[in-house]
C-alpha cells in the first residue's frame, strides 16, 4: 500500500473507532477497520484499550444516584424570589 493510501486509511479508520466499537458500523466498513487494526501499529492497541473500557464501563452496577432536583427546587422556593422585584434606581 503506498504511504498516501495507507495514511489515508489510518485517518478513515482512527475516525470510525468509538463508531465500531458501539456496534454503529455497517458489516463492510466494520470488516475495513478490524483488517485496518489488524496490522497498524497505532489503531490496533487503540482499538483494544477501548475495547476495554467500553465493556468494563458497562458491566459497572447502576448506581441509582437520587434526583437532585427535589432539593433544588424546595431551596428556591423557600428563598425570597428576587424576579418579582423591578431595579431601583442604583441597581439599573
Known amino acids: 500500500m503506498a504511504p498516501i493510501r495507507e495514511w489515508a486509511e489510518h ?3 482512527r475516525r470510525r473507532l468509538s463508531d465500531y466499537i458501539d456496534d454503529e458500523l455497517p458489516p463492510r ?5 478490524r483488517v485496518h487494526a489488524d496490522v497498524c501499529p497505532d489503531c490496533g492497541p487503540t482499538l483494544r484499550s477501548l475495547n476495554r ?27 425570597p424570589s428576587t424576579w418579582d422585584r423591578s431595579p431601583s434606581r442604583g441597581e439599573r
Not at 466498513?29 to 477497520?33: H, K, P, Q
Not at 467500553?54 to 459497572?60: E, P
Request: glycine residues 6%.
Open 11 to 13: 485517518r478513515w479508520a
Open 29 to 33: 466498513a466494520r470488516r475495513r477497520l
Open 53 to 79: 473500557v467500553v465493556h468494563g464501563l458497562r458491566a459497572l452496577p447502576d448506581v441509582g444516584r437520587p434526583s437532585i432536583a427535589p432539593s433544588v427546587i424546595s431551596r428556591y422556593r423557600a428563598e
